[in-house]
Each structure stands twice: as C-alpha cells, then as structure tokens.
C-alpha cells in the first residue's frame, strides 16, 4: 500500500483563526505554520491561485516547517484560464487595458511566459528543500472535454517537468458515459495524475466522486455538501462539516486507492471555521483504523 498524507487546503482562513482551533499561544504566521504542521504532514496552499508567490514567502514556508512536510501549490488562476485580476498580475507584466479581469488570450505572448517562469522560479525553495508536493491545476467549468484542453494538459506537463502537476476537472464531459474511460485512459497513458473529487452533484461543475490513480501520485480532495455551492460566498460554499458517518465510509476507499499508487494526498477543502482540520484529524484516525498502524 502506498502512503497517505492527509492534510487541509488552507491554515491562514479567517474563519479557521477566529474558530480557536490555534492555541493562543500561536499568535503569530510563523507559529501558526509550525503548530499546523505539527498536526499534519501536507497543506494546500489556495492563495496561490488567487496571486503568485514570491521566493522570500516560499523560503520562509520552507525554513518554518519540518523535515518531510508537503506543500501542495495551486496554480495561479491566470494558468488554468480563469478570468484573473489585472492587480494580481506582475506590475511589469499587467497589460494595457480598461478591464478588470483578463484571460491568457488579453496579454501579450513574451508576458504570458514570463508570468509561467517566474510563478514555477518562485517554488525554487520548496523544491530544494523536498518539500514540494503537487502543482494543483483546477480548470473552469468551461474547461470540457476536447482535443485542444488534453493538448494543453501535456502542455503543462512539459512547462512543470520536473514538477508534478496534477489536474481538477470541473465539466461534467469528461465523465459522462464513455468519455470516463477515455479521459482515465488518456491521463494514463500520458502519467499524469487526476484529482479526484467529492463535492455536491447535479451543477454543470459537478464531477462524480470517481476514485482512481493515473500515476504514481493521487490526490483526493472534499469539498463538502454545500446546499448553497453555486453561492459567491465562499464560506457558504464550502462551509459543510462531513460527518462521522461520511468519512467512516471513505476511510476504505482511501485505502483501496492508495493501493493503487505510491502515494495519495487527501485535502480537506470544507474551510470554513475549523471543519476541515476536525475532519482530516478524524480521517486519519479512521485510516489508522483501517489499516491498523
């Protein structure tokens, strides 16, 4: 079986530092991270997508956590094609132009890639200090299943290499009916590793909760039950605590998964309050109950 590092997309939420989940005592980012990564082995890191990272944070994540701690990265919004904020772009970078959102297709071509090296340059330190997991790419709901997007996966597995970027679908295309198989047998075939997902179904983002490795890494990630998912409220939107119950019935399918490849990161994405960090401490005792170590 191969290992499992379970863990939660965020430890800076507003939410989670008002919830008392930190000990007074972590009064501060830099104790923050240190009592956070004391709890668990592996965080998301979400602000990423949101604007780019610069080296001095990442060195600093690097220098403030210990031996074999994992950060997952997301990608900045700008590399999945979501509309993203002129402001979040390099000052030197940001184009010319009225609007407040722009797509990849608004800049010019040189700025394009600058904005691709100086995002991956920035995880330098983590990568020197093996503590680099996943580059996690989440594509919009517009992002369907077709010749030019599979094109693109393998774009961005050359742009990462020798990172490792694994991919979020949120278009229903890729799973309907055949297109499963084909999209399973495509990630394969090429070693790219596939986000697998719980989250609310029956929306035009709703992916089934397929469980499987397409690569030597998986990646698993809970975004709740939300009854308000479509909301722009983000704390609405993820804010659903999974019950006992819910995470008792995923604790072997983890581990049938894990079997499946070398290692499987699990990220509680229901931040709000503390619920991610209640749940991924009861995930991974329920996972040690599985497999009884």
Same mark, same amino acid.
């Given at each position: 079986?191969?290992?499992?590092?379970?863990?939660?997309?965020?430890?800076?939420?507003?939410?989670?530092?008002?919830?008392?989940?930190?000990?007074?005592?972590?009064?501060?980012?830099?104790?923050?991270?240190?009592?956070?990564?004391?709890?668990?082995?592996?965080?998301?890191?979400?602000?990423?997508?949101?604007?780019?990272?610069?080296?001095?944070?990442?060195?600093?994540?690097?220098?403030?956590?210990?031996?074999?701690?994992?950060?997952?990265?997301?990608?900045?919004?700008?590399?999945?094609?979501?509309?993203?904020?002129?402001?979040?772009?390099?000052?030197?970078?940001?184009?010319?132009?009225?609007? =407040?959102?722009?797509?990849? +297709?608004?800049? %010019? /071509?040189?700025? *394009? #890639?600058?904005?691709?090296?100086?995002?991956?340059?920035?995880?330098?330190?983590?990568?020197?200090?093996?503590?680099?997991?996943?580059?996690?790419?989440?594509?919009?709901?517009?992002?369907?299943?077709?010749?030019?997007?599979?094109?693109?996966?393998?774009?961005?597995?050359?742009?990462?290499?020798?990172?490792?970027?694994?991919?979020?679908?949120?278009?229903?295309?890729?799973?309907?009916?055949?297109?499963?198989?084909?999209?399973?047998?495509?990630?394969?075939?090429?070693?790219?590793?596939?986000?697998?997902?719980?989250?609310?179904?029956?929306?035009?983002?709703?992916?089934?909760?397929?469980?499987?490795?397409?690569?030597?890494?998986?990646?698993?990630?809970?975004?709740?039950?939300?009854? =308000?998912?479509?909301?722009? +409220?983000?704390? %609405? /939107?993820?804010? *659903? #605590?999974?019950?006992?119950?819910?995470?008792?019935?995923?604790?072997?399918?983890?581990?049938?998964?894990?079997?499946?490849?070398?290692?499987?990161?699990?990220?509680?994405?229901?931040?709000?309050?503390?619920?991610?960090?209640?749940?991924?401490?009861?995930?991974?005792?329920?996972?040690?109950?599985?497999?009884?170590?």
């Amino acid at each position: 079986m191969g290992e499992i590092e379970v863990g939660t997309a965020s430890w800076t939420d507003k939410t989670l530092l008002e919830s008392g989940w930190y000990p007074k005592t972590a009064d501060n980012p830099e104790k923050r991270l240190a009592y956070y990564a004391k709890q668990f082995p592996i965080v998301e890191v979400d602000s990423t997508y949101y604007g780019p990272p610069n080296e001095q944070t990442t060195r600093l994540w690097a220098q403030r956590t210990p031996d074999h701690f994992t950060f997952n990265i997301k990608a900045f919004s700008l590399l999945t094609g979501h509309p993203t904020k002129v402001s979040a772009i390099y000052k030197d970078l940001r184009p010319e132009t009225g609007k =407040k959102n722009v797509y990849p +297709d608004d800049l %010019e /071509k040189p700025a *394009y #890639e600058e904005i691709w090296s100086r995002f991956l340059s920035a995880l330098d330190p983590l990568a020197e200090s093996g503590k680099l997991g996943a580059l996690l790419f989440q594509f919009p709901p517009w992002f369907g299943i077709r010749r030019s997007n599979k094109d693109y996966l393998l774009e961005v597995a050359a742009r990462c290499k020798p990172l490792t970027p694994v991919f979020e679908f949120r278009n229903a295309s890729w799973f309907d009916g055949d297109n499963q198989e084909e999209t399973l047998d495509f990630l394969r075939r090429h070693k790219l590793a596939f986000v697998c997902v719980d989250m609310p179904q029956g929306y035009k983002s709703s992916i089934p909760p397929v469980l499987e490795a397409t690569a030597d890494l998986a990646v698993v990630r809970f975004h709740g039950h939300s009854a =308000k998912w479509t909301s722009k +409220d983000i704390h %609405e /939107k993820f804010g *659903y #605590e999974y019950s006992a119950t819910e995470l008792r019935e995923w604790a072997p399918k983890l581990s049938n998964l894990a079997d499946k490849t070398d290692k499987t990161h699990v990220l509680m994405n229901n931040c709000y309050g503390d619920y991610a960090q209640k749940n991924a401490t009861q995930l991974i005792e329920l996972l040690e109950g599985v497999e009884g170590d």
